[in-house]
């Protein structure tokens, strides 16, 4: 089997590597913009770098009680 190995979706370069880090601010929720999981500042702020389980890397600041609705698509 000469199964080529395609590289994984979360390891395309979305930004340049220059790109300083996302600001996070104490007690913020963020939401990663590709697959939508959320988490805390906390979490980040615990891992190495700012990245989302996905392998993403942008992330938008949610409100906790007041979610924006945005068009899907
Ligand atoms: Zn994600």
Known sequence: MAETQSPQPGEAPIAPAAEPPVKVFPGAVYECVRCGTR?????????????CICGYRVFRKVRPSVVKQ????
């Open 39 to 51: 988490t805390t500042q906390e979490e980040l702020s615990s891992l190495p770098e700012v990245k």
């Open 70 to 73: 945005i068009k899907a698509v």
